[in-house]
């Protein structure tokens, strides 16, 4: 079946700070998105992004297909960036497979 | 607009009892699908459902069940719970059933003791 990793599994920033979270998938897929899980569990979409770059404020995505590959960037983050960074690739209607995620601690 | 709605929040229930969770979608939105979240196996799919029919099934025993109303409002059941059905059930729905953006709800927290 298909695999999603997820790179790094655990990230530390200061305040301020820029990263880039990567998401690698082993097969072809039609939709690709990412969401972001607060602590109190909430799952927040991001994005709906099975190709190209799209820019919401301080974050960015970009999903290179046929590299099967997706970068999520976090700019000047916050702490309430803080949390786990999903990517999940679509295997059906609605049907999504999700990666292990990124748990992202920023600290002030 | 409202979000995704899930009650109850918290839930405990014994071994062996069974278990009813609801999900009312965004207004307007026919997709609802459910998801279960454990420390070990992460986030998988349970089932779809739109237009009160079940598309999508995961990989998951008979036990779990769901259905669907003509108001998009959806159930799952749990029945005869094992102690490794304790997770976060999540909902999300959308506007259709495939590539659409999902909108998740704020989870249901299920113990079983």
């Known amino acids: 079946g298909i695999q999603v990793e997820q790179s790094p599994p655990d990230l530390i920033l200061q305040e301020g700070a820029n990263s880039t979270l990567r998401c690698n998938f082993s097969?072809?897929?039609?939709?690709l998105q990412w969401f972001h899980q607060n602590p109190w569990g909430q799952l927040i979409n991001l994005f709906y992004?099975?190709?190209g770059t799209k820019q919401n404020g301080r974050l960015s995505a970009t999903t290179v297909a046929t590299e099967r590959y997706s970068l999520l960037y976090i700019s000047s983050s916050q702490t309430t960036d803080s949390g786990v960074y999903f990517c999940a690739v679509e295997l059906g209607a609605n049907n999504l497979f999700f990666g292990t995620g990124t748990r992202l601690t920023v600290i002030p | 607009k409202a979000g995704v709605t899930q009650t109850p929040r918290y839930l405990i229930k014994t071994r062996g009892q069974q278990v009813t969770l609801s999900c009312s979608p965004i207004s307007g939105h026919r997709s609802v699908s459910w998801y279960q979240q454990t420390p070990g196996q992460g986030l998988q799919f349970l089932f779809e459902?739109?237009?009160?029919?079940?598309?999508n099934k995961g990989n998951f025993p008979g036990r779990f069940s769901g259905r669907q109303f003509s108001n998009s409002r959806s159930e799952m059941n749990v029945s005869t719970l094992e102690l490794g059905d304790s997770a976060l059930y999540l909902c999300?729905?959308?506007?259709?059933?495939?590539?659409?953006?999902?909108?998740f709800g704020s989870g249901t927290q299920l113990s079983v003791l």
């Open positions: 992004i099975p190709s």
């Open positions: 459902y739109f237009s009160e029919t079940q598309r």
């Open positions: 097969d072809s897929v039609n939709n």
């Open positions: 999300a729905s959308s506007v259709d059933s495939t590539n659409e953006k999902l909108f």
